[in-house]
T-cell receptor
Framework: DTAVSQTPKYLVTQMGNDKSIKCEQN?????MYWYKQDSKKFLKIMFS???????INETVPNRFSPKSPDKAHLNLHINSLELGDSAVYFC???????????????FGPGTRLTVL | AQRVTQPEKLLSVFKGAPVELKCNYS??????LFWYVQYSRQRLQLLLR??SRESIKGFTADLNKGETSFHLKKPFAQEEDSAMYYC?????????????FGSGTRLQVQP
C-alpha cells in the first residue's frame, strides 16, 4: 500500500564508489522529484521529471544522474561519491495538469546516504 | 527567484500554550504555499495548503500577501505536535512545481 517507496533505506559506502537509489510510486502520478536534505535538515530540490522528461535540474554536479524508465520510477545514480554527498535523499511525486490546482507532493521515506 | 524564510530553528513551548511558526516568502508571481510536517522517523507529509483554507489537527495558516507571510498557528499545543515543520512554496504560474522549502522549525512541546 506504500504510495512512494525508496530503496535502500540506508546506504553506507566509501568515497569514490558509484551507487544508485531507487524510487517507485504507485499513485499514478506523472511527475517525480528528488530532494536532498543536508545535515542541518535543509531540503532542496535536485531534479524533477514529468512523464519521463527532465524538467528541473538544479545546479547538481554531473556525478548525479537521474533516470526515469517509466512514469512510476525515478532512480538516482551517483558516480564517484564524495564526503559532501552524505545526506538524506527524498523522492516525491505529484500529479500535474490544468485540472489540478493543488500541488500536493507525496514523499518517500528517504534514503540516508553516508559516505566514508 | 523564489525564497522561503523560517526564522526560528527551534520553538519550545509547554503543552496547552499557543504556537506560531513563522514563514515569510519572496516570489514575484502567484505562489502556492504549504506547510509540511516530519514527525520523528517518519516521512515528510502535507499538513496544510493555503488554497484549501482548512484546519488540520488544530493548525491553521493564513496567506498574507501584503506581508508575504504564511504563519502556522495552533491555539493549544499538544505533545504529539512535536516535529519538524517546513514551509514550502510552489510557483504555480510559472509551471515550476518543485517545492522551495524553508530551513524548517523544530517544534518541541513539553509536558
Amino acid at each position: 500500500d506504500t504510495a512512494v517507496s525508496q530503496t535502500p533505506k540506508y546506504l553506507v559506502t566509501q568515497m569514490g564508489n558509484d551507487k544508485s537509489i531507487k524510487c517507485e510510486q504507485n499513485l499514478g502520478h506523472d511527475t517525480m522529484y528528488w530532494y536532498k536534505q543536508d545535515s542541518k535538515k535543509f531540503l532542496k530540490i535536485m531534479f524533477s521529471y514529468n512523464n519521463k522528461e527532465l524538467i528541473i535540474n538544479e545546479t547538481v554536479p554531473n556525478r548525479f544522474s537521474p533516470k526515469s524508465p517509466d512514469k512510476a520510477h525515478l532512480n538516482l545514480h551517483i558516480n564517484s561519491l564524495e564526503l559532501g554527498d552524505s545526506a538524506v535523499y527524498f523522492c516525491a511525486s505529484s500529479q500535474e495538469g490544468l485540472a489540478v490546482s493543488y500541488n500536493e507532493q507525496f514523499f518517500g521515506p528517504g534514503t540516508r546516504l553516508t559516505v566514508l | 527567484a523564489q525564497r522561503v524564510t523560517q526564522p526560528e530553528k527551534l520553538l519550545s513551548v509547554f503543552k496547552g500554550a499557543p504556537v506560531e511558526l513563522k514563514c515569510n516568502y519572496s516570489y514575484s508571481g502567484s505562489p502556492e504555499l504549504f506547510w509540511y510536517v516530519q514527525y520523528s522517523r517518519q516521512r515528510l507529509q502535507l499538513l496544510l495548503r493555503h488554497i484549501s483554507r482548512e484546519s488540520i489537527k488544530g493548525f491553521t495558516a493564513d496567506l498574507n500577501k501584503g506581508e508575504t507571510s504564511f504563519h502556522l498557528k495552533k491555539p493549544f499545543a499538544q505533545e504529539e505536535d512535536s516535529a519538524m515543520y517546513y514551509c514550502a512554496l510552489s510557483g504555480r504560474d510559472t509551471g515550476r512545481r518543485a517545492l522551495t522549502f524553508g530551513s524548517g522549525t523544530r517544534l518541541q512541546v513539553q509536558p
